[in-house]
Each structure stands twice: as structure tokens, then as C-alpha cells.
């Protein structure tokens, strides 16, 4: 199973930018999906996460200007990010949960590569 994400760069303090996260390989489905960030000299932090079903959660740092969201049909995972902060700039890295077609029953943690965000002031 791979996680690719894609959609970061620079982006202006206010402005926006979109994340996506594509899982291949031999899935079953996917449990949870997540973003989380890691800034430079800081440990990695949760930002977002979505349930199979819908259900998301939020960092108390990024709720009201961050959406997480997912198409189960395509496997992957967005993070819209508005208004955005210099203090967001970070790598941010997708995690999913997957249950691969062998094995169904066992779900496996998998991470994306991760994706540079910088937010200029």
C-alpha cells in the first residue's frame, strides 16, 4: 500500500491551499484517515482525522479553518486549509488505516511521505 500526498507549497498568511492523500495497492477498505504535521524543531502533531463513516475530529489550533474530508471511491483523503498561519507551516503527513485484501480482518497502519507546507506573513 502506498499514500501519496499532494497540494502543498507556499501559500499566503489568509490564504489557502488543499492537501490530498491517495492510497493504492491491494486494499479492502480503509478505517480512519488523518493528517497530522510536524514544524521544524517541534514534535509531529495531530491536526485532523475522519472516520469510515464521516465522523471528524480537529486540533484545537486549526478548527473552524481546516476541513478534513474523503471519497471512499477513490481512496483518498483532502485537507482544506483556509486562512492560513504562519505557525501552520509544517510537513504534514497522511495516515491511513487499511485493510489489505489478504488479510481483511487486521487493519495496518500505513503513512504518506509527507508534503512541505510554508506560509508566508
Known amino acids: 500500500v502506498q499514500l501519496v500526498e499532494s497540494g502543498g507549497g507556499l501559500g499566503e498568511a489568509g490564504g489557502s491551499l488543499r492537501l490530498s492523500c491517495a492510497a493504492s495497492g491491494s486494499i479492502f477498505s480503509i478505517d480512519a484517515m488523518s493528517w497530522t504535521r510536524q514544524a521544524p524543531g517541534k514534535q509531529r502533531e495531530f491536526v485532523a482525522s475522519?472516520?469510515?463513516?464521516?465522523?471528524?475530529n480537529y486540533a484545537g489550533s486549526v478548527k473552524g479553518r481546516f476541513s478534513i474530508s474523503r471519497d471512499n471511491a477513490k481512496n483518498t483523503v483532502y485537507l482544506q486549509m483556509n486562512s492560513l498561519k504562519p505557525e501552520d507551516t509544517a510537513v504534514y503527513y497522511c495516515n491511513a488505516v487499511v485493510r489489505l485484501t489478504i488479510s481483511p480482518m487486521v487493519g495496518r497502519n500505513y503513512w504518506g511521505q509527507g508534503t512541505q507546507v510554508t506560509v508566508s506573513s
Open positions: 475522519i472516520s469510515s463513516g464521516g465522523n471528524t
